[in-house]
């Protein structure tokens, strides 16, 4: 049985916000809140398919150098890859996105089933959208 009172987030598990290589690096709680704020917005579940990973994590897996998912709380906000748990529709994406906007989130990437956002501090002081791309 999974011990949800340890968990940080009322929607997602400790574990499901930690890298997957059992290193123990877990996103920071300011941005386990911002990821929440989204779920509330959102209303329905979300899945976390992508979050923080530790370097040798990033590059076992083939991620980016200087990947939005690497651990740099100096620099940028971590990154999060999510999906819904049904097909994801038009409807759904803008509403993702509408309530990612809201939490702060400011560099989006698309894909059919998953939803990349990041909350880079670099743009910070700017409004709305700063970077969308396809994948
Ligand atoms: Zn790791």
């Known amino acids: 049985m999974q011990t949800l009172m340890t968990n940080y987030t009322k929607n997602f598990s400790d574990e499901e916000l930690t890298c997957k ?41 083939g991620g980016a150098d200087g990947s939005a998912h690497l651990d740099k709380p100096d620099e940028d906000a971590s990154g999060v890859d999510v999906g819904v748990k049904t097909f994801p529709t038009a409807s759904h994406r803008a509403k993702l996105i509408r309530c990612a906007l809201e939490a702060g989130y400011n560099c ?21 959208i700063r970077l969308l791309w396809a994948y």
Request: hydrophobic letters at 35%; one cysteine or more.
């Open 21 to 61: 290589c059992g290193c123990g690096t877990m996103l920071c709680r300011e941005e386990q809140q911002r990821l929440q704020i989204v779920r509330d917005c959102f209303g329905g579940p979300i899945y976390v398919a992508r979050t923080i990973s530790c370097p040798t994590h990033n590059k076992a897996i």
């Open 108 to 128: 989006f990437g698309v894909g059919n089933t998953r939803f990349h956002m990041d909350a880079r501090k670099l743009f910070w002081n700017l409004e709305g």
